[in-house]
């Protein structure tokens, strides 16, 4: 192995983990590799080296290692897929493990703290464009590519800022010369100073080498955050419906179709990725499709028990723990809460319109959500096939036609309209 490999030396020559062994260093040294070749290129001695020491030590007491090294060698071990591709199980426990709980971002934050980092990434690659002429070339944007990058991006980190601080990065946006977007992304929000947060920095793994992959990558687990957010939204507001707080519920529910507003700006933002870049990378991502998004299927269920048909496609054959959620005795969603609501005749019309007010407009921010989503596949796909191995583009058009609270339309003789709200069908 290279000198550079001390570290993954030492690990592999321990025969049992102990205080000098550094799992963040481990890390560190691993991504600066993968960032060098992609993983898809991990040479096998460094591969078969890791695989020894995560079954070796089973890396006791180190989740976050552990997490890591899983992520890392899924390729290798024949078990590649979007969470691991994602890091999601290395994100997932930077949203619960820190030295402050202060210190740990709701999943809407972490989507910001995400863009942050693409924005810091785009200003230093630029930077060391111009500085150094022996930067390694990865073909970054050229300038109006970048710029309409960052406006995007900055846009999604300023909304979530709030205050004076959003002002000051509203006022930025679009007026700021390329000499000063590292002055600009230096004032971005960044992850605590907690262990936890230590890791936040290698949990991108490109398998190519193409600079495009980085910031989409960023915006797939900004994606993945944004979900889990409004599945959180969603589970609360059956929550409020349970202890008969319809207004309470409504409010979850109109916060849960604002966060579909970030969700779309992202595909702003992923519409700057060159379609030829994309092409080159997604060659190395087979089996690592959004359809097996885990997190975007359990808001699904949460609004309502999917149609038989849909629960046996391939939308949830591809997520079979979200599946078994959603065929399990006690699964509980947002339509079933509210018909049991709507029996007790608790509310006098106007309230109970507040709350399917709500729901259309969830509804509706959804399907306006998938139809950009289809938008955006075919100028990146066109006639391919999907990376998840779906029909790609004729896929997407397919779910525009399910809703989420069809279950609601049929209910109109029975008490429960829904016509004013449009999620019917």
């Not at 809703?403 to 339309?409: D, N, T």
Request: charged residues 25%.
């Amino acid at each position: 192995m290279n000198a550079e490999f001390a570290e993954v030396d030492r690990w592999a020559a321990s025969g049992h983990v102990h205080g000098a062994l550094d799992g963040l260093h481990l890390a560190r040294t691993v991504t600066d590799e993968v960032r060098r070749t992609g993983k898809h290129f991990l040479p096998q001695p460094l591969l078969h080296r890791l695989g020894d020491i995560q079954h070796r030590h089973a890396v006791d007491r180190r989740p976050l290692l552990q997490a890591f090294l899983d992520c890392m060698l899924d390729k290798h071990e024949g078990r590649y897929w979007n969470r691991t591709y994602l890091s999601l199980p290395l994100l997932e426990l930077l949203l619960e493990t820190s030295d402050d709980p202060e210190g740990v971002p709701d999943p809407n934050r972490m989507a910001t703290l995400l863009i942050a980092d693409v924005i810091r990434f785009e200003t230093r690659t630029a930077a060391l464009s111009r500085e150094s002429e022996g930067a390694v070339d990865r073909d970054p944007p050229d300038p109006v590519t970048l710029r309409k990058r960052l406006r995007h991006a900055l846009r999604f980190v300023a909304d979530d800022v709030g205050g004076a601080d959003a002002q000051d990065l509203w006022s930025l946006e679009g007026h700021v010369p390329a000499s000063r977007w590292a002055e600009v992304a230096d004032r971005l929000p960044r992850p605590t100073g907690t262990e936890a947060a230590h890791w936040f920095d290698v949990t991108v793994q490109p398998v190519y080498v193409l600079h495009d992959e980085y910031f989409f990558i960023r915006a797939l687990q900004a994606h993945e955050m944004i979900f889990t957010a409004i599945a959180a939204e969603v589970r609360a507001a059956i929550g409020a419906l349970r202890d008969g707080r319809l207004e309470a519920a409504a409010d979850h529910v109109d916060r849960a179709a604002g966060l579909f507003d970030r969700a779309s700006a992202l595909f702003r933002m992923v519409a700057t990725m060159r379609p030829g870049h994309f092409s080159a990378f997604r060659e190395f991502t087979q089996g690592a499709s959004a359809i097996q998004s885990e997190q975007y299927k359990r808001f699904e269920i949460l609004c309502g028990l999917p149609t038989a048909p849909r629960l046996r496609s391939e939308a949830f054959t591809h997520v079979p723990s979200v599946r078994a959620e959603a065929e399990g005795e006690g699964h509980d969603t947002v339509v079933r809460a509210y018909l049991d609501l709507r029996r007790s005749v608790r509310f006098t019309e106007a309230e109970w319109n507040r709350f399917r007010s709500a729901l259309g407009g969830l509804e509706e921010r959804h399907q306006r959500w998938k139809s950009t989503h289809r938008s955006l596949a075919a100028r990146m796909l066109g006639d391919a096939h999907g990376s998840g191995y779906t029909a790609g583009v004729p896929y997407l058009a397919e779910c525009l036609d399910n809703r989420l609270f069809w279950q609601l339309g049929e209910q109109r003789g029975a008490g429960c309209p829904m016509g004013a709200t449009g999620t019917g069908g």
